[in-house]
């Protein structure tokens, strides 16, 4: 079966500043998806990034970008020049590639709470 | 597109009434997904549907849960004979079929919580 894991619970960063929250998986597949999505206190549940992982190259959008490391299963999300706006509960999430059949289910870590400081 | 919306926002209920959730998805979204979330957890798979049909259940899915989509539009979920531990964050998401590439869109949630 394939796990998510977080292993910061919480994390803080300074406004302006750079943080990067850690994510590994664990999986037997070689096609899958990698997902970041962020869920703000009693607000609904929205996607960050996504990355396929055959593609080598690391996704990006605007101020986020993540670390891909396929042979250590490792899917880190880098926060760059932190806003207030971004504090919220970060959840990692992994999908198996729809080819292989199945409910492209999402798997989720238990996520990282993020604090910005002003 | 208005987004998913999940009605109730908040549902509180005595341990052993039945309760039900409904969730409305993208209009031209063909997935539709129920999770569950409790305090400090992450969101679990419960069931999903492509069009009308269910087409996988968790075991997390217990025999008082049902779930439906009977016209491949809204879906509900009912939990008869609510228990303790069935208090909890109901999230709907729903997709456009073709994995990774059409991401799931989540709903505000519906908070139950059992007395």
């Known amino acids: 079966a394939q796990t998510v894991t977080q292993s910061q619970p919480e994390m803080s960063v300074q406004e302006a500043e750079t943080v990067t929250l850690s994510c590994t998986y664990d999986t037997s597949e070689s096609d899958y998806y990698l997902f970041w999505y962020k869920q703000p206190p009693s607000r609904q549940m929205i996607l960050v990034i996504r990355q396929e992982a055959y593609k080598q190259q690391n996704a990006t959008e605007n101020r986020f970008s993540v670390n891909f490391q396929k042979a250590a299963k490792s899917f880190s999300l880098k926060i760059s020049d932190s806003q207030l706006g971004d504090a919220a509960m970060y959840f990692c999430a992994y999908t198996a590639f729809w080819t292989q059949g199945g409910s492209e289910k999402l798997v989720f870590g238990k996520g990282t709470k993020l604090t910005v400081n002003p | 597109d208005t987004g998913v919306s999940q009605d109730p926002r908040h549902k509180i209920t005595k341990r052993g009434q039945n309760v039900t959730f409904r969730c409305d998805p993208i209009?031209?979204?063909?997935?539709l997904y129920w999770y569950r979330q409790t305090l400090g957890q992450g969101p679990e798979f419960l069931t999903y549907?492509?069009?009308?049909?269910?087409?996988?259940k968790s075991r997390l899915l217990s025999d008082r849960f049902s779930a439906e989509r009977p016209k491949g539009s809204f879906s509900t979920l009912e939990i008869q004979r609510t228990e303790q531990g069935d208090s909890a964050m109901y999230l709907c998401a729903s997709s456009l079929a073709g994995g990774g590439n059409q991401p799931q869109h989540f709903g505000d949630g519906t908070r139950l919580s059992i007395l």
């Open positions: 549907f492509q069009n009308e049909a269910q087409l996988e």
């Open positions: 209009s031209e979204h063909n997935r």
